[in-house]
């Protein structure tokens, strides 16, 4: 069992940034790779960006890509999505999620899969005004 926190949302206006935190624990956090998902109401949710086990790997959806930079720290057992350059569109309930990675061995190809994901986090909502 894993579990997931995040915090570090807000009410900002357009163009601000806001660092989102999520704190891992109950397993050995380097054992999982981790995502950032987002849903805004009456919407699916989306993968907004992801990171391998060790750190070496990061993936980002198209529209956050150099905007958003996703972070971790395994002694601290902390992932991080560093958002700058904020857009209205980009107001939604963000999560996060892990993954062991025994268990996505295809993990570089399916890594924006919410299926993919064991665990998921309670989410921090993200409100951008115009």
């Known amino acids: 069992q894993v579990q997931l926190v995040e915090s570090g949302g807000g009410l900002v206006q357009a163009g601000d940034s806001l660092r989102l935190s999520c704190a891992a624990a109950g397993r050995t956090f380097s054992n999982y790779h981790m995502g950032w998902f987002r849903q805004a109401p009456g919407k699916e949710r989306e993968f907004v960006a992801a990171?391998?086990?060790?750190?070496?790997?990061?993936y980002y959806a198209d529209s956050v890509k150099g905007r958003f930079t996703i972070a971790r720290d395994n002694a601290k057992n902390m992932v991080y999505l560093q958002m700058n350059s904020l857009k209205p569109e980009d107001t939604a309930v963000y999560y996060c999620?892990?993954?062991?990675?025994?268990?996505?061995?295809?993990?570089?190809?399916?890594?924006?899969?919410?299926?993919?994901?064991?665990?998921w986090g309670q989410g921090t909502q993200v409100t951008v005004s115009s």
């Open positions: 990171i391998s086990w060790s750190g070496d790997s990061t």
């Open positions: 999620a892990s993954v062991d990675t025994y268990s996505s061995p295809f993990y570089s190809s399916r890594y924006y899969r919410p299926a993919l994901y064991d665990y």
